[in-house]
């Protein structure tokens, strides 16, 4: 369906628009050197590189209108095409980028798992037990990207890539017939420096532990905590019933719980802590291990043999 430029910017905060809003936009870049005629270029000052340096560049190749950073953007008030000036454009990414694809997230069971150990391997796990209970799954993860049966590495150099990449792949998820998508979330993805999982409509958060990492980018540890804990305020953006899932044997899961909308259903796992969920390890040796598990919906006995295969009773 085509799209203007007033149709994505519905989810952003614009400072100022010059120009016509009704300008059709035919594809979202952040990177002038992949603007085709049509475009909406999304201006973003990075370590190495300023794109608004590059804008006379993109408007060459044919970009409809611009997006621009009022703290680095210069340009007079006349421009050749249209241009929206944000508070933040990296932050607006996010946003335009929904919005553009047509906000797939909502289309999906969305489940974002943060955590500072662990993520990778339980975003694999959840959704192999997914598909194995007969849904139809996509995956993003550090490692992999899943979109039903097909399966390919994750190249991005991005444990979780940008804005529009995540969109994209979520609306190809959503034309291949999908109905779930796990995707690993990052602390820095998450942080509201970047905000690029804004616009996933997550249903379900799960938070596996946190630790002291990353601190270099975060600042200290309550930041990145705070962080972290923004994939389970991104429930709001839900239209329909959510689940905040944490680990009560971590002390900080409260802050998790905080975070989360108020409508939303919590639900506790944990081995040593009380919990809904409620685990016990049996036997655990180098060959297999033997787990029992108690919960609302029933109990169950989890065997894991060496071949890594698990099987359920």
């Known amino acids: 369906m085509p799209k203007t430029l007033a149709d994505l910017l519905s989810g952003v905060s614009v400072y100022h628009l010059i120009g016509d809003p009704a300008t059709p936009i035919s594809a979202l870049v952040y990177d002038s050197r992949r603007v085709t005629p049509g475009s909406l270029f999304v201006a973003i000052r990075g370590q190495h590189s300023d794109g608004h340096n590059f804008i006379p560049q993109a408007i060459a190749a044919g970009a409809a209108a611009v997006v621009v950073d009022q703290r680095y953007w210069h340009g007079a ?4 095409v249209p241009v929206v000036v944000v508070a933040d454009s990296r932050v607006a990414l996010a946003p335009l980028a929904a919005a553009f694809y047509e906000y797939p997230g909502q289309q999906l069971t969305t489940i974002g798992i943060t955590g500072t150990k662990g993520k990778s391997t339980t975003t694999d796990l959840t959704a192999q037990l997914l598909a194995a209970a007969g849904r139809t799954v996509g995956m993003i993860s550090t490692v992999d990207f899943q979109i039903g049966t097909r399966r390919w590495p994750n190249d991005t150099r991005q444990s979780t890539p940008e804005a529009p990449e995540v969109q994209a792949l979520l609306r190809e998820m959503v034309v291949a017939g999908c109905d779930t ?4 979330a990052t602390s820095h ?8 999982l804004v616009g996933c409509a997550f249903a379900v958060a799960v938070m596996l532990n946190i630790g002291h990492e990353h601190l270099d980018f975060h600042g200290t540890f309550e930041q ?3 962080d972290k804990a923004q994939l389970f305020a991104l429930l709001a953006e839900r239209h329909g019933p959510t689940w905040a899932i944490v680990n009560a044997d971590d002390p900080h899961h409260g802050t998790f719980l905080a975070a989360a ?7 506790r796992y944990a081995l040593h802590a009380p919990a809904d969920v409620q685990g016990q390890i049996v036997y655990s040796g180098p060959a297999s291990s033997r787990m029992r598990v108690h919960s609302p919906w029933g109990e169950i006995e989890v065997n894991r043999a060496a071949s890594r295969t698990f099987q359920c009773r």
């Open 181 to 184: 998508a796990v995707i690993e």
């Open 189 to 196: 993805a998450l942080s509201p420096r970047w905000g690029r």
């Open 77 to 80: 008030v006349s421009a050749e």
């Open 261 to 267: 909308p108020s409508q939303t259903m919590r639900l």
């Open 224 to 226: 990145y905590r705070a």
